[in-house]
């Protein structure tokens, strides 16, 4: 059995980070470029909701510790590591009744939004509401906490988390009563606009409004669409402030 007090911390928080996740079309110092990412077979999109990436690592014994994208911040039993993130009281509740793994250590990877999270908090709510949605599960070995740091880290930012595929990571949002950020169907690859003029027309008849606004005062505009496989072995963004950024660019040239 996994012991969480006797794992070593600074371990188990570089294995269960978040890796990064490229653009639909390459992006050089804020301005994308012609080349897009391969997808093949059906694609599924997604809102990309702009808040704070949060996590709950979950044990076999249903211990859990709740992180940000960079730090861990809460232990079962009010052990605090930083009690200063608004992300814990956000996930505390929600993570006591989190489906525990039978082996190793999954995580379950949250956008938390609203209040005055992010510069585009507003555009969710007009009253300070928090909400958070499911985005993302994966599987960890907790072998992989005996590995010097650099090789964890290197294993992680090389694929070395195994995500859940799409019909499963739907089966465990069913299973721990969570919404996940909203699907907004199925493509086959080859009908994905590769040009830019096309993605940034895709954008706005995919998503023209955000769908997890938290009250009538929100404002609205959406950050873009993530665009993944069934499988999720690709994965890559499309944000509607590149596309603009770019467009214009390129129209004053």
Do not use: C
Not at 145 to 154: M, Q, V, Y
């Amino acid at each position: 059995m996994i012991n969480l007090d006797a794992l070593d911390l600074d371990a188990l928080n570089s294995a269960t980070k978040y890796p990064p996740i490229a653009t639909y079309h390459e992006i050089d110092r804020g301005i994308l470029l012609d080349n897009v990412m391969p997808f093949s077979n059906d694609v599924v999109l997604t809102e990309k909701v702009d808040g704070t990436n949060a996590r709950v690592i979950v044990l076999p014994d249903g211990d859990y510790v709740i992180g940000s994208r960079e730090d861990l911040l809460h232990a079962r039993g009010d052990r605090v590591l930083n009690p200063v993130q608004s992300i814990v009281p956000a996930l505390r509740s929600l993570a006591e009744h989190l489906t525990a793994p039978t082996a190793g250590i999954r995580v379950y990877f949250f956008e938390v939004y609203g209040d005055k999270i992010t510069k585009a908090s507003k555009q969710y709510t007009g009253s300070r509401a928090v909400g958070f949605r499911l985005f993302d599960v994966a599987v960890v070995d907790a072998a992989v906490l005996e590995l010097p740091r650099p090789a964890i880290s290197s294993w992680r930012e090389n694929g070395g988390q195994q995500f859940l595929a799409e019909d499963d990571l739907a089966l465990m949002a069913k299973e721990n009563g969570i919404e996940l950020t909203p699907r907004l169907g199925r493509v086959p690859a080859d009908q994905l606009p590769t040009d830019l003029a096309g993605m940034q027309d895709f954008l706005a008849s995919r998503l023209p409004g955000t769908l997890v606004a938290l009250d009538d005062g929100a404002g609205g505009r959406p950050e873009g669409i993530v665009l993944r496989t069934m499988d999720r072995s690709v994965i890559a963004k499309a944000r509607v402030e590149d596309y603009a950024r770019t467009m214009q660019r390129l129209a004053a040239r």
